[in-house]
């Protein structure tokens, strides 16, 4: 992947969690080597299962605020989400990356970095955008996290083959109803 998304590793790692909530320590290690984590990093020892376990619960606990579609309610779990996690916002620069904005203790472990993380990345969508740019596919059988960050009206579904869908079977619903 290039450049640095954090939005788009807390939706990936988010969905992957969502899709398969015992995702395994390999799969949550491979997304965040995409996603531009050092390897060493994510050694069995610097990225136990333990470790994974506290993100896959901290994945877990950011999709509750992926489907968040209030903009008063998301900002009021995200300063919490920053309280919580004694968040105070600092510039780092890892490895290749340009510098960004940190707000996790240095001393945090997974969770809290990928909660506090998670928090920065939305927040800055919702100060950018002025609207909730994310969002959990409402679509039957469906429910993927996706950003809604493009031009144009904001994003209801995660595919346009979901958005078909719904459209169709609102359209076939009508149809039997009158």
Known sequence: MNGFHPAQRLVDLAEAVRADPAAPRDTLAALLAGHGEHPRDLTDTAFSEADADELR???????????????????????????ECGARPRLVRDGDHPWHLHADREDAGWGDWFLSAGALALAQLLTEYGRVAWGACPAAGCGRYFLGTGPGSPRRYCSTPCATRERVAAHRRRRREG
Request: proline fraction near 0%; charge should be negative; charged fraction near 20%.
């Open 57 to 83: 619960a901290a994945a877990a606990r950011m999709g509750g605020v992926l489907a968040e579609t209030d903009v008063d309610r998301a900002a009021e779990t995200l300063n919490a989400l920053f309280a």
